[in-house]
Every structure is written in C-alpha cells, then in structure tokens.
Nanobody, 116 residues
Framework: QVQLVESGGGSAQPGGSLRLSCAASGTIISIYEQGWYRQVPGSQRDWIAGISSDGSIDYADSVKGRFTFSAGPRKNTMYLNSLRVDDTAVYYC????????????WGQGTQVTVRQ
C-alpha cells in the first residue's frame, strides 16, 4: 500500500511562487506515472501536470510555461510560478503503480490560495 504525503502550498500574491512536493512511502512495486491534479470546490478535479510511463512530462495549457514539474522514483516536486488568482485550488498528488491492474494512490490534498 502506497501512502502519499504532500507538502508545500499555502498563500501567495498574484505573480508569486510556491512549491509543492509529494513523497511516497510504503510498499511500492514501481511508479510509472505521477503528477498533480487540482480541484476548486464545486468543480471536477483537473489534471495539470505529470510524467508518463515513457518519461515525458506534460502540462495542462492553463499552467504551461508557469509551472515546472520534476520527478524521481518516489518523489516529485512542482514549482508554481507567475501565480494567478485562478490557480487557487486544492492540489492533489497522484502516483500510479505498475501493478496488475495498475493502481493509483492519492495524496490528501494541499491548499494553494492566490490573492492580493
């Protein structure tokens, strides 16, 4: 069973920066995909960045050029730069194990608030 612990987040002003980290613990077979989603109350959870099984990193258009994602075998970090008010959301880390069938674990969520 994989447990994900997120850290970082908090409050920032528009144009500011924050860093989010996610670390996995527990029995891990192999992580082949990981990344982040975010969710605003009353809305669906939206994918924003991650690394796929072929090692490629991609971003949602809404954060491309502003957020930077990097990952290791059991940890990832995402830098949130040039923050905007509409980046305000709860951010969730995910990691998918190369099990049969693949299993995705989620972090507990961390709040990011961008305001003047």
């Amino acid at each position: 069973q994989v447990q994900l612990v997120e850290s970082g987040g908090g409050s920032a002003q528009p144009g500011g920066s924050l860093r989010l980290s996610c670390a996995a613990s527990g029995t891990i077979i192999s992580i082949y995909e990981q990344g982040w989603y975010r969710q605003v109350p009353g809305s669906q959870r939206d994918w924003i960045a991650g690394i796929s099984s072929d090692g490629s990193i991609d971003y949602a258009d809404s954060v491309k050029g502003r957020f930077t994602f990097s990952a290791g075998p059991r940890k990832n970090t995402m830098y949130l730069n040039s923050l905007r008010v509409d980046d305000t959301a709860v951010y969730y880390c995910y990691m998918t194990e190369a099990s049969d069938p693949p299993h995705t674990s989620w972090g507990q969520g961390t709040q990011v608030t961008v305001r003047q």
